[in-house]
């Protein structure tokens, strides 16, 4: 009965205060298990609803609840939801002034005060500690509890230290709450807080309506472009590693008229919350942000989480792509992978400690097998959260809807099952690897390894087939992880079974990923001499240009100048929109001009069978100088150019050439009020034939050509300009 009736009353209290009908997953379980005073540790991942499970029960509690939080953002963030609901919670952290401190000390001895959230720092100080000692508190909620573990992700030392400060307020149940634990990360949290006894709930961290893909990183810029357009109207966010690459891919996709905002811890406070709440009120679509972005961020319809670059480990991409699909639906997770990243990240962490870089190197490496691995990515995330995965297709995985090519694998996994177990479970992957391969390293020589039956056993196959097939047969549970000694491989049930009794085994080869390369290298390739685009098409377009050309009776550069050939040559447009956004092109022209060169175009990329980028015109930012925008504005007002060139402290010529890079790059510009002034109307008519009769625009040529005589290169270049703006855009 008792049983029931606080059911009940939780029930209640749900529905009272947070206006929820029922509970999720784990929540009253948990919630009980906590209300009955016992230790509680809570593994649910991102999304699932974690802070209800010390919320509510601090509401049943008399006295006071802590709840440690990492994040003093996201403390105020999870106070104002409290307060909004009409519960008294408040923060303790450095922000606070010291009146403020004092008014908090008076409500919680008051017994005001129902949920108290805590920095960790603000809980080492001896006076807040002094001071918690005379509260009468109800129990310790530990959220983010993966940041004790310096084995996780997120490791933070004066977590560590919490044990000992909670200790001091007498013996309190506690719950620990954490999003992302791998099995060894939990042991850690449970032995640091000394509850290994605890309660452990772990709820399912299958995500089901998340799609995983893994691309090589290669023409990353187009690729991006080209998913976002697919998901154009969309929420979602995408993750780089570095302020910089932040700041040049928003850029870069509102260039490309997306509506992105940057995010990241180097903008201004009022700057960052700004694009923030812009992108939780739908203002932009698209965040592009470190991974300072999202913690605590609660938006449900995000479609897409994007990483440009490749996370620094499981646990983070995790919870990052977890982001995704809140409210049920869709949510598609692409990560643009090469291992030219993972040295860049191995290389960040060269100034930490042996320890710290040899933790952080393993998590690398978990990132590169995950990446290359032609598993179900499901079921590996899962494994990998000590989570097995029944299904032998989750249908929605780039693995799984592309399938590799299999292989018959139980020989394979017969050596690697016999190299764990001759070497009595005692070594990691490489080693292993190594004695499969009959390696002579020092460790094989000193093990007296090469005396296994099993060395050399691997003939000719590669080390990184042979660790492929390791991997595999640890996902498949043939194999498992020594939880006290990191990176060593034992046998499981299932693996000893096997090799007793051997069944068929389907494996599969790894990705490879040697060919992604990314951007630096990308565009230090694109400025190289080599042509990039179809040489063949830049050809036939070029013979179309020069008909179309005959037929207007207008020299071919008006209709479209050879750079614009050479991206259409690149980027085979097929559409008018698209052929509108390739430089110098822009939508006039395409009326004008556009349709037998799309003509063209189509029936090239079908009788070649191109896989086009139609829809990927990558356009870069670099060009909008705000120069050019203030010329521009300028001949608008019309100002005299002399005075423009002046108030730029340019040279009159300098002044000639930006407007002609202008021009040249589609926008139209009338200069008739200056040209009016410097040249009568027959001589601008002169000009204006020469130009239209011209097999070419050069200013070298006209100067040379006897027609143009009395003219000054000044003047020819006013005139061309002219001539290109009225024709040509
Ligand atoms: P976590 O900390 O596990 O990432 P949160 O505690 O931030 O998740 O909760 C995520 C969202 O789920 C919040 O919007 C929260 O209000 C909502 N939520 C939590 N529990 C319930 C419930 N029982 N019914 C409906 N919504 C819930
Ligand atoms: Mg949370």
Redesign the pocket.
């Known amino acids: 009965m008792v049983v029931a009736e606080q059911k009940d009353a939780l029930a209640e209290k749900?529905k009272e205060v947070f206006g929820?009908t029922?509970?999720?997953g784990n929540?009253e379980i948990v919630i009980k298990n906590i209300l009955s005073g016992r230790n509680t540790f809570v593994i649910?991942p991102?999304?699932?609803?974690?802070?209800?499970c010390y919320q509510l029960p601090a509401l049943m509690r008399d006295g006071l609840a802590i709840v440690i939080s990492p994040l003093i953002a996201l403390m105020k963030n999870q106070v104002d939801q409290m307060n909004a609901y009409g519960v008294n919670a408040r923060f303790l952290n450095s922000t606070l002034s010291k009146a403020e401190i004092t008014r908090l000390r008076k409500d919680c001895l008051n017994g005001e005060v129902k949920l108290l959230y805590v920095a960790p720092e603000s809980l080492n100080k001896e006076e807040n500690i002094a001071f918690l000692k005379k509260v009468n508190v109800s129990f310790v909620a530990i959220d983010e509890a993966h940041c004790i573990s310096e084995w996780g992700h997120d490791f933070r030392p004066e977590y560590r230290r919490i044990k000992s400060m909670i200790a001091q307020f007498g013996k309190l149940p506690v719950i620990a709450l954490t999003?992302t634990a791998t099995p060894k990360v939990q042991l850690d949290i449970q032995k640091n807080l000394q509850m290994e006894e605890a309660d452990v709930f772990v709820s399912s961290f299958n995500r089901k309506n998340l799609y995983y893909e893994v691309r090589p990183k290669k023409e990353t810029k187009k690729q991006l472009i080209r998913f976002l357009k697919d998901h154009k109207g969309k929420s979602g966010i995408v993750y780089c590693l570095s302020r910089k690459k932040v700041e040049e891919v928003a850029q870069l996709l509102n260039v490309n008229g997306f509506k992105a905002a940057p995010y990241h811890a180097g903008l201004d406070a009022d700057v960052r919350m700004k694009n923030q709440d812009d992108f939780l009120n739908e203002e932009v679509d698209i965040i592009v942000a470190t991974i300072a972005f999202g913690m605590?961020i609660?938006k449900p319809d995000v479609r897409f989480v994007v990483h440009y670059d490749v996370p620094k480990s499981l646990e983070g991409y995790y919870q990052e792509t977890g982001r995704a699909g809140r409210d049920g639906l869709e949510g598609h997770c692409l990560m643009f992978y090469s291992h030219n990243d993972l040295n860049k990240l191995e290389k960040f962490n060269k100034d930490k400690s042996v320890q710290e870089r040899e933790n952080a190197r393993i998590l690398l490496q978990e990132m590169e097998f995950y990446s290359e691995s032609p598993v179900c990515r499901r079921r590996q995330l899962l494994h990998y959260f000590g989570e097995e995965y029944g299904q032998n297709n989750c249908e929605s995985c780039d693995n799984c809807v592309h399938p590799r090519e299999r292989f018959d694998g139980t020989e394979y996994v017969k050596i690697v099952l016999e190299a764990v177990k001759q070497t009595n479970e005692r070594f990691g992957l490489n080693h292993l690897v190594n004695v499969i391969r009959g390696v002579e390293d020092e460790y094989i020589k000193s093990y007296g390894h090469f005396d296994l039956a099993v060395y050399g056993k691997g003939g000719s196959e590669e080390a990184d087939f042979w660790k492929s097939v390791v991997r595999q047969a640890l996902i498949y549970q043939y194999l498992e992880k020594d939880i006290d000694n990191i990176g060593v491989l034992r046998m499981s049930e299932k693996g000893k079974k096997f090799l007793v009794k051997p069944h068929p085994i389907e494996l599969a080869r790894d990705h490879d990923f040697t060919t992604a390369i990314d951007e630096e290298e990308e565009s230090s390739e694109r400025t190289g001499t080599s042509k990039s685009y179809d040489v063949k098409l830049f050809e036939m377009l070029k013979v179309l240009r020069r008909k179309v050309a005959k037929e207007k009776n207008l020299p071919p550069y008006v209709i479209f100048q050879d750079p614009s050939l050479e991206e259409m040559a690149t980027t085979y447009p097929i559409t008018k929109e698209d052929m509108a956004s390739v430089n110098g092109v822009g939508m006039g022209k395409v009326n004008k001009f556009g349709k037998e060169f799309l003509e063209l175009i189509q029936r090239y990329v079908e009788e070649n069978e191109i896989e086009t980028a139609t829809e990927v015109v990558v356009k870069s930012s670099v060009n909008k100088s705000k120069t050019k925008i203030f010329i521009i504005q300028q001949i608008d007002r019309k100002i005299d150019l002399e005075e423009i060139a002046e108030s730029r402290a340019i040279s009159f010529d300098e002044l000639l050439s930006e407007i002609e890079n202008i021009c040249y790059s589609g926008t139209k510009l009338n200069l008739d009020y200056y040209i009016d002034e410097v040249l009568d109307a027959e001589k601008q008519e002169l000009i204006y034939d020469y130009f239209l009769n011209s097999e070419t625009d050069s200013i070298e040529e006209a100067l040379a050509n006897e027609a143009n005589e009395d003219f000054s290169e000044e003047e020819l270049r006013l005139m061309r300009i002219k001539f290109l703006s009225e024709y040509a855009n």
């Not at 991102?46 to 209800?52: E, F, H, I, R, V």
């Open positions: 749900l929820y029922s509970f999720r929540q649910m991102t999304g699932a609803g974690k802070s209800l999003a605590g609660d």
